[in-house]
């Protein structure tokens, strides 16, 4: 079956957020069982192009990677990619979502990055389930997906879209017509917040236009329908990756229960227009407690571009700020300077956490 995909090449990309390393760092943080951080076997749910599947291959050569994905072009581009860079530790299938033939509890880490909220409620409700199907007892999962309330703006333009763009079947005049629509809307600015989301999907890559926001389906969900529908398939909604959803998750003050932690996010969501999730996924197991707990740092690395700026105070390359008046924190942060990206074990500080925690 030739898909849409197949019709028009859609640009893929590593994306940080979901390499396993950092998934199971997460987990760790909110207290749920994280996977082997070393020979483990990872899977992502119409990985496309493979890009983001080969960049994890080959930062853990002594794991195994597979990925599928609904459109021939893309998996062909992705076998092609893999073999002549001889990675030899990630393989890729045309595969359903609805007809994976995967094992039961087989994979340690599973993405499915741009996928849940771009099909069919059925096929949709399938990724939740192919995921409650093959991750193991302690395998953590990411879904991608649009977020309501923040993507009623992007409802408005994809319906003042279609009408013009369904005049044509030929991808390239579909995506000028939409994009004549935009620019009008970007121009005559009798709404500047739908003017200003226009001049944002005008600056997109017009493959991304053409499947996102043309699509058949585009089918934005709040937090706590996500939440409810992976808890359908034995799946606890653990945490997102983004760090303002994090921190507030971790602090010391946070939210006790999942249902508290739940209510917190959907008001976020509202007040921020948070239009877009990338929820982080562990096997139900009982009340999660997601404060911050000291020896949970434990075999973590801390990561930071940082310059000291005075005796007590460092800048941050995104331009926030740390102070500390403890010379074993101020020490680390120096050593942290000094190996920028490259990270530090947060064990250095010597099982020190109980009263360094914040």
């Given amino acids: 079956m030739r898909t849409a995909y197949d019709r028009v090449h859609y640009p893929t990309a590593p994306q940080g957020f979901?390499?396993?390393?950092?998934?199971?760092?997460?987990?760790?943080?909110?207290?749920?069982?994280a996977p082997r951080a070393r020979s483990y076997n990872a899977l992502e749910i119409g990985c496309g192009d493979g890009v983001h599947l080969i960049a994890s291959a080959l930062e853990a050569p002594e794991s195994a990677f597979f990925g599928f994905d609904l459109a021939a072009t893309a998996i062909a581009s992705a076998t092609s990619l893999a073999r002549e860079a001889g990675i030899a530790n990630v393989a890729f299938a045309q595969r359903d979502i609805l007809d994976h033939g995967l094992a039961p509890r087989s994979f340690d880490y599973v993405v499915a990055h741009g996928v849940y909220a771009w099909t069919p409620p059925k096929v949709a409700d399938g990724v939740l389930a192919l995921i409650g199907e093959v991750l193991t007892d302690d395998g953590v999962a990411v879904v991608s997906y649009n977020v309501m309330p923040?993507?009623?703006?992007?409802?408005?333009?994809?319906?003042?879209?279609?009408?013009?763009a369904a005049s044509?079947?030929?991808?390239?005049?579909?995506?000028?017509?939409?994009?004549?629509?935009?620019?009008?809307?970007a121009t005559e600015k009798r709404d500047?917040?739908?003017?200003?989301?226009?001049?944002?999907?005008?600056?997109?890559?017009?493959?991304?236009?053409?499947?996102?926001?043309?699509?058949?389906i585009y089918a934005p969900v709040g937090v706590g329908a996500f939440s409810a529908a992976a808890?359908?398939?034995?799946?606890?909604?653990?945490?997102?990756?983004?760090?303002?959803?994090?921190?507030?998750?971790?602090?010391?003050?946070?939210?006790?229960?999942?249902?508290?932690?739940?209510?917190?996010?959907?008001?976020?969501?509202a007040h921020e227009g948070t239009r877009f999730r990338r929820s982080v996924l562990v096997r139900a197991g009982g009340e999660r407690d997601r404060r911050l707990v000291p020896t949970r740092l434990a075999g973590l690395y801390a990561c930071a571009t940082l310059t000291r700026e005075s005796e007590r105070v460092w800048r941050a390359e995104a331009g926030g700020r740390l102070a500390t008046d403890d010379g074993v924190v101020a020490s680390f942060l120096d050593a942290l300077a000094a190996r920028g990206a490259q990270g530090l074990p947060l064990?250095?500080?010597?099982?020190r956490f109980d009263d360094r925690t914040d």
């Avoid at 390499?19 to 199971?24: D, Q």
């Avoid at 923040?150 to 013009?164: D, I």
């Avoid at 500047?192 to 058949?216: C, N, V, W």
């Fill in 347 to 351: 064990d250095i500080l010597e099982g």
């Fill in 150 to 164: 923040g993507c009623a703006l992007r409802l408005r333009l994809r319906e003042a879209m279609l009408p013009a």
């Fill in 231 to 269: 808890a359908a398939h034995g799946l606890d909604h653990l945490c997102d990756c983004e760090s303002a959803t994090l921190a507030a998750a971790l602090s010391s003050d946070g939210p006790r229960t999942q249902a508290d932690w739940l209510e917190q996010e959907a008001a976020r969501d």
């Fill in 192 to 216: 500047a917040e739908l003017a200003g989301e226009a001049e944002t999907l005008l600056a997109k890559d017009p493959a991304i236009l053409f499947h996102d926001d043309l699509g058949e």
């Fill in 18 to 33: 979901a390499y396993p390393a950092r998934l199971g760092a997460l987990a760790q943080l909110c207290g749920a069982p």
């Fill in 168 to 185: 044509d079947s030929d991808p390239r005049r579909r995506i000028e017509a939409a994009r004549a629509v935009l620019a009008r809307i």
